[in-house]
Each structure stands twice: as structure tokens, then as C-alpha cells.
């Protein structure tokens, strides 16, 4: 008997793994107007949903990093020195008017020296530098108001119209110190002192004698 033969050969291809997952999203729906799969809409709507609920999250229940703060910046320092504060002051206010004369001594205005108050003080500032009465002594200081009339700007020692009298002791002592010469503006008023150190021990018996040098002089006592 002779054996059957055919014209075609048979053949098997086995499904792939992926057939099925695939054909369960891209099978049409023929009930959809645009064809879509029901199941792909479905997943496709669900991850919308996850990811604007995410975003929500993220923008509102994230805690938010809130800017960080400038390191703050330390205030200067200020290096200037201090000085105690004033121990005791008389008020004075006496005013004297002196002459100022040119190179060949002809007056050609008159100088205001006001004096204003007399204080004791502990420390006081010279050049910018402290300095410190040492035990037993106290600094005895002179404000004083000048004021210039002429036209052009003037040079005074002002330590020159005061001398001190000081305890038992008749001697006039000149102011040691002072910021002259002082520069006094034309037509200008100028803020300077003049002082000195004396004894505590002195302090009840002080006597300042006003006046130009070689002329006669007013008298003022000063009662600490």
C-alpha cells in the first residue's frame, strides 16, 4: 500500500506570552463609539486619577522647605572709649569780652569768652585716650564758650584768661589742660575746656581769676 503523501506540511507556532495580555487592552470594544477597549479606558482613567491625587499631595499635604534665613549679621562695634559720668557741677555762666588785637596791636574786634560751668570728674578724655585722676586727686574742668566777631578766623590759647587759686596756696596756677590753640571761625562760636588736677582735700577753697595776662582780674568762687 502506498503511503499517503500531501501537498502542504503543518505547522505549530505556539502563542506568545504577551498575546493575550496585549489583546485583552487592544481588542476593540465594538460597543465604543471611538473603538477604544473598555479594560484601556478603565486603566488609562485609574492612572489619571493616581497621578492628579499624587500632584495634589505633593502641592498641598507636603510639608514645604521654607527659605532659609540670612545668617544675621552682628551690630559694629563700637571701640570708642567712655568716661564716668560728672561727680559734681556748679553753673557759672559769666561772660567776659577781650580784645583782639593785629600784628601791631591795634584792637580789631572784640573775642566773647563765656564761662559756664565748673565739674569734678574721675576721668576725662585727652586726644581720644582715657585718662584717670589717681586716688586722692580730682580733675577740676573749665567749659567754656567763645565766640569770634571779626571777619577772619582766629587762633586763642584760651588757658590764657583763667589762673586758679587753689587751697592755702596764693599761687595762680595755669590750666594743664586744654586744646589750644583753639580755632575759633569767623563770626562762629567754638566749645573748648580748660582744667587741671587738684587735691581732694582742696575741693571747698577754689578760686578762678579771669582776665587778660598783666591786667587786672575778676574773682569767681567755685563751692563744690
Do not use: C
Not at 505556539?14 to 465594538?30: A, L, R
Not at 564761662?115 to 580730682?138: C, F, S, W, Y
Not at 586758679?164 to 596756696?169: C, I, P, Q
Request: aromatic share 8%; proline share 6%.
Amino acid at each position: 500500500m502506498d503511503p499517503i503523501t500531501s501537498n502542504y506540511t503543518l505547522s505549530y507556532q505556539p502563542p506568545k506570552p504577551w498575546s493575550k495580555f496585549k489583546n485583552w487592552f487592544t481588542k476593540p470594544d465594538p460597543n465604543s463609539s471611538f473603538g477604544i477597549s473598555k479594560k484601556l479606558l478603565f486603566v488609562l482613567g485609574f492612572s489619571a486619577i493616581l497621578l492628579l491625587a499624587i500632584l495634589s499631595y505633593i502641592l498641598f499635604y507636603l510639608p514645604k522647605s521654607s527659605p532659609q534665613k540670612a545668617a544675621a549679621v552682628p551690630p559694629p562695634v563700637d571701640n570708642r572709649a567712655q568716661v564716668q559720668g560728672v561727680k559734681s557741677q556748679q553753673s557759672i555762666n559769666r561772660e567776659f569780652a577781650f580784645p583782639l588785637r593785629d600784628d601791631k596791636g591795634k584792637e580789631v574786634a572784640k573775642i566773647k569768652y563765656v564761662v559756664e560751668n565748673a565739674e569734678l570728674r574721675d576721668e576725662i578724655l585727652v586726644k581720644g585716650q582715657k585718662a584717670t585722676a589717681i586716688k586722692g586727686k580730682t580733675f577740676l574742668i573749665i567749659n567754656l564758650r567763645v565766640t569770634n566777631e571779626y571777619t577772619k578766623p582766629v587762633e586763642i590759647n584760651t588757658r590764657d584768661y583763667i589762673r586758679f587759686v587753689v587751697g592755702e596756696n596764693t599761687d595762680q596756677q595755669a590750666a594743664d589742660i586744654h586744646n589750644d590753640p583753639v580755632v575759633a571761625q569767623a563770626d562762629a562760636t567754638k566749645l573748648t575746656r580748660i582744667g587741671l588736677t587738684i587735691d581732694d582735700k582742696d575741693l571747698k577753697r577754689i578760686k578762678l581769676l579771669v582776665g587778660e595776662i598783666k591786667s587786672e582780674k575778676q574773682s569767681v568762687d567755685l563751692q563744690f
